[in-house]
Nanobody, 125 residues
Framework: VQLQASGGGLVQAGGSLRLSCAASGGTFSRRALGWFRQAPGKEREFVAS????????RYVDSVKGRFTISRDNAKDTVYLQMNSLNPEDTAVYYC???????????????????WGQGTLVTVFS
């Protein structure tokens, strides 16, 4: 089972992008999903997570009010709507799935066992 992220690109500060991450070869509908990012020269960090049933979401403080995570279990796809982007959001964004079924949100990278390949978001001022 794999995850495929897409939707990255070049955007001016203040603009928006929507990232998508689709599962193939299986389903992640019963697992929590998350987005992480890694900026140049920095460690990968948690961005957002959503529970398997969409009831719970969690965000890193720096994106609260600007980013929204959502999922469509019928399509086995998770989304990250990013608004009011700024240059500090420039990074490679990764989607990931938690190992446990019926899981809630988590910011812990160690709990995610399946990772997508990443999609680059570049924000210029």
């Amino acid at each position: 089972v794999q995850l495929q992220a897409s939707g990255g690109g070049l955007v001016q500060a203040g603009g928006s992008l929507r990232l998508s991450c689709a599962a193939s070869g299986g389903t992640f509908s019963r697992r929590a999903l998350g987005w992480f990012r890694q900026a140049p020269g920095k460690e990968r960090e948690f961005v957002a997570s959503i529970s398997w049933n969409t009831i719970s979401t969690r965000y890193v403080d720096s994106v609260k009010g600007r980013f929204t995570i959502s999922r469509d279990n019928a399509k086995d796809t998770v989304y990250l709507q990013m608004n009011s982007l700024n240059p500090e959001d420039t990074a490679v964004y990764y989607c990931a799935a938690i190992s446990l079924y019926y899981s809630s949100t988590s910011y812990s990278e160690a709990e995610y066992t399946v990772w997508g390949q990443g999609t680059l978001v570049t924000v210029f001022s």
